[in-house]
């Protein structure tokens, strides 16, 4: 087999969505002919966390976890061992809002940068008694990137970059200063550069890339997507439960669902507020609709669920396993895709999008103008309508 290491902070047993789409890849690599090794931070040091896909690893990847000084582990420790928001899939909205301008400020490209180091070494230990036949690094947090050029310079291994986003602190977060913007495009100019080839998740973000390296022809496109096998197993273990979807024998109710993190530039209000003007308009109607959010979120949805009166109407599940995010879905009637509405967001596509097409149910979607709304327009699969009340 040729072997692959894979430079990704985010990696199994670690939970989210920034975990999904490298551990399908060294899932699926293994069967074409690829092991993996795999550098990326200690589980501990964040705050979701999901043994089911560990199982997914195969047997040939080997996993190099390092140490971290970064902004999460740091508070871990100040904590006394403990991660943050233990205990809670809510972290505090203006907690985490304090952190990430902290960061901006002061740790250039992300809250990772602390991470490099020991990443770096791990990843020339492999370098020195295994070498690799290819790099491949997937952002964010984009010191990914940086610790794969530096590699790259150094070995000369062909070296893949896979943008699941754009460059955060440069195109979706505001830089805090001119010195700040230009560090940051120098970055990602270097790594545009040096990589031997590019990969975007959507065409927006491959026209983005086009344009901040001209010339550069290497620049693909490799959506997200969902993996078959993990209906198959949700649903086997339904059958052997005896679990059925279904509305309530006593009164029909209508079951949505949102399954994935609710952020501060994406939020659940819009959604909470229409369902409160309905039982405004019609009274009757309460109690005939449960909306399950399902996931990690800030603190201001669960504020804005007590505030419109909801709290018997809303079910905030918190934080689950992959396993259980797949069951949510195929057990409702209608899955809900929240978007973010500020317009440098909008060429951004929700890699859950894919899954609710996995899952086989309708969705509404509350998506701005996007090429996400084209892509639900043209599977004809949801209803579309703007992220508000």
Known sequence: MRHLLLVSHFFPPMGGG???RVTKFVK???????RTTVVCGRPEDYWMRDETLAREVPESARVVATAAASGLSLLRRARGGRGPDAGTSARSARGFGILRKAAAWFLVPDSYLGWRPFALRAARDVLRDDPPDAFMSSGPPETNHLVAATLHRESGTPWLAD????????????APTAWHRARHRKM????????????????????????RAPGKREIYVIRNGYDPDDFVD?????????????NSATKPVLRLAHTGMLTLTRSARGLLEGLQQLYARRPELRGTVQLDL????ESDNDAWVERLGLRDDVRLRGYVSHREAIAAMRQAD????????????????????YE?????????????ESEAADLLRGLGCAENAAPDD
């Open 18 to 20: 920034g975990v999904q």
């Open 28 to 34: 699926y690599l293994a069967p074409n002919g690829w």
């Open 163 to 174: 943008f699941r986003d754009p460059w955060f602190a440069l195109h979706l977060y505001p």
């Open 188 to 211: 990602e100019a270097e790594v545009l550069r040096e990589a031997d080839c590019v990969v975007a998740t959507t065409t927006w973000l491959r026209d983005l890339l086009r344009e």
């Open 234 to 246: 949700v649903e086997n273990a339904a059958q052997q439960s005896g679990a059925t979807r279904g």
């Open 294 to 297: 399902v996931g990690s979120r």
């Open 334 to 353: 209608v899955l809900v895709l929240v978007k973010h509405t500020e317009p440098r967001y909008r060429g951004l596509i929700p890699g859950k999008m």
């Open 356 to 368: 609710y097409l996995g899952a086989g149910r309708p969705i509404l979607g509350l998506v701005p």
